[in-house]
C-alpha cells in the first residue's frame, strides 16, 4: 500500500451524505489503497485526516448502525 501522505494528495473526497450547509459542519471521506478510508473537516482540507483499515472502517460503521455511540 502507498504512504498515506501519498494516498491521500492523490485522494478522491467525496462529501457525507448526512452533511449539510448548515454552519458548515461537513466531513469528507475518500477511500484509499486496500480498502483503507480517510475522513477529514471540509473546511480543513489541508489539515489533518483520520485514516482507518479497511477493516477497522468496517467495525467502525458496523458500530455506528448499531447505536454503539
Not at 50 to 63: E, R, V, Y
Request: proline share 4%.
Amino acid at each position: 500500500m502507498a504512504k498515506t501522505v501519498d494516498a491521500l494528495n492523490g485522494a478522491d473526497w467525496f462529501k457525507s451524505s448526512y452533511s449539510n450547509d448548515d454552519n458548515g459542519m461537513c466531513l469528507e471521506g475518500a477511500q484509499l489503497p486496500g480498502g483503507a478510508m480517510a475522513v477529514r473537516d471540509s473546511k480543513n482540507p489541508h489539515g489533518p485526516a483520520f485514516t482507518l483499515t479497511g477493516a477497522a472502517w468496517t467495525a467502525f460503521i458496523g458500530a455506528l448502525v448499531g447505536g454503539q455511540f
